[in-house]
């Protein structure tokens, strides 16, 4: 069983700052890319920002220069720091993480409950 757990939301000031943290656990034998998604009300969910296991990393143009993802290999941790948080940054955020389970397992790509994040204005 693999479980992703995020944690770090909650209500902010816009300009404000939060830390997002998402952990793997479970039986895994290593990880690949890990992100971030968003889903606001009434829209698709969205990239927000993802790294690869050689820590190369993608954000979405909205997000540039505001959030920066990270992550602790050994914890199996993915992190997203989001600064100067907007309005149109409230949404539900989830953590996702493409694994193998063991040595020879297909990669399979695991999803978070989500969090909820909320910027007033």
């Known amino acids: ?3 992703l757990v995020e944690s770090g939301g909650g209500l902010v ?7 997002l943290s998402c ?3 479970g039986s ?5 890319d890990m992100g971030w998604y968003r889903q ?3 829209k698709q969910r969205e990239l927000v920002a993802a790294i690869t296991s050689g820590l190369s990393t993608t954000y979405a143009d909205s997000v540039k220069g505001r959030f920066t993802i ?11 720091q989001m600064n100067s948080l907007k309005p149109e940054d409230t949404a539900v955020y989830y953590c996702n993480a493409d694994l193998r ?7 399979v ?3 978070g409950q989500g969090t909820q994040v909320t910027v007033s204005s």
Do not use: E, H
Request: avoid cysteine.
């Open 101 to 107: 389970r063991t040595l020879r397992s297909t990669i």
């Open 109 to 111: 790509l695991y999803w």
């Open 70 to 80: 990270s992550r602790d290999n050994a914890k199996n941790t993915v992190y997203l």
């Open 40 to 42: 606001a009300p009434g």
């Open 28 to 32: 895994i034998f290593s990880i690949n």
């Open 23 to 25: 952990a793997a656990s």
């Open 13 to 19: 000031q816009a300009g404000g700052s939060l830390r």
């Open 1 to 3: 069983q693999v479980r």
